[in-house]
């Protein structure tokens, strides 16, 4: 499991620690994966930034998409439940 934002590397290092997630952020604030992938983003204070999704990747390719994340506090268990299922 990784994070993806725009945020730079040193940001991302302490709100991994401040936090306490248990997974790394990627920091990409070129957004070179959105050029690559076109990746949903928005626009907030003059910054281009990520939308929230969720990406399932087997190896190199991206076998499944959760986009729109709503509601985020129960996004986590929809991936969970998806991940767990037979069809997954």
Known sequence: MLGL??????????LVERLHLP???????GL????ALTLP?????GA??????TMVL?????T?????VFPPDRHAEEVAAWLRSPAS
């Open 58 to 62: 087997e190896g190199a390719r991206v």
């Open 5 to 14: 934002s725009t945020d730079p590397e040193p940001h991302q290092r302490g």
């Open 41 to 45: 983003t928005f626009e907030a204070h």
């Open 64 to 68: 499944r998409v959760f986009y729109p």
């Open 32 to 35: 070179a994966l959105d050029a």
């Open 48 to 53: 281009r930034l990520y939308k929230r999704m």
């Open 23 to 29: 997974y790394p952020l990627l920091s990409d604030p």
